[in-house]
């Protein structure tokens, strides 16, 4: 299984930051890197697809980027409703494999 | 639009076995464009994918290795839904079990389950 490794674990950060989550896979992935978003009680969010392409209704601060083993998702400009916790899959290999993800929390 | 409802019993106890099911609306379930998920969430171990059940001319599934000989994902034209079977569950399969649409992406999910194992 390829195993997904996120950093950091958690991160404080203001409304107007702009912010850096990574990811790094235990071997390549190659394209097929996926980004998610949870709130408390909710189902995770499909963000960015396929590294770096927005999911349909996804505010065009959300960006995606990478390939090989390392990528990175970034919010140009913290808004409150972007306070969650943020996952990376690969769906390069079955099984498709989570990161542990990363909490965004207010500063 | 996409719409999973998810169904089934929340609170068992050990050696019994976990029930659910996820009815869909706005696609098929004989779709040859998707695939049909299990999910389950712990903070023990995460997002953990457990199977999926796919139409490609005929009907294939796959599982993950940690539940394979457990685990029984079924489609259900008729109902246009799939079901997820999980035999001799113990406390560590204690977790928030979702449905979700997806190929290689997860675009669609059930709201999500908790299912409890205790005695």
């Known amino acids: 299984d390829i195993q997904m490794t996120q950093s950091p674990s958690s991160l404080s950060a203001s409304v107007g930051d702009r912010v850096t989550i990574t990811c790094r896979a235990s071997?390549?992935?190659?394209?097929?890197l996926n980004w998610y978003q949870q709130k408390p009680g909710k189902a995770p969010n499909l963000l960015i697809f396929d590294v770096s392409s927005l999911q349909s209704g996804v505010p065009s601060r959300f960006s995606g980027s990478g390939s090989g083993t390392d990528f990175t998702l970034t919010i140009s400009s913290l808004q409150p409703e972007d306070f969650a916790t943020y996952y990376c899959q690969q769906s390069y290999s079955t099984p498709p494999t989570f990161g542990q993800g990363t909490k965004v929390e207010i500063k | 639009q996409v719409q999973l409802q998810q169904s089934g019993q929340g609170l068992l106890k050990p050696s019994q076995t976990l029930s659910l099911t996820c009815a869909i609306s706005g696609d098929s379930v004989s779709s040859n464009r998707a695939a049909w998920n299990w999910i389950r969430q712990s903070p023990s171990r995460g997002l953990e994918w457990l199977g999926r059940?796919?139409?490609?001319?005929?009907?294939?599934?796959d599982y993950a290795v940690s539940v394979k000989s457990r685990i029984t994902i079924n489609p259900d034209t008729s109902k246009n839904q799939f079901s997820l079977q999980l035999n001799s569950v113990t406390p560590e399969d204690t977790a928030v079990y979702y449905c979700?649409?997806?190929?290689?992406?997860?675009?669609?999910w059930g709201q999500g389950t908790l299912v409890t194992v205790s005695s």
């Open positions: 059940t796919y139409y490609r001319s005929k009907w294939y599934n």
């Open positions: 071997q390549s992935s190659s394209s097929y």
């Open positions: 979700a649409r997806g190929r290689s992406n997860f675009d669609y």
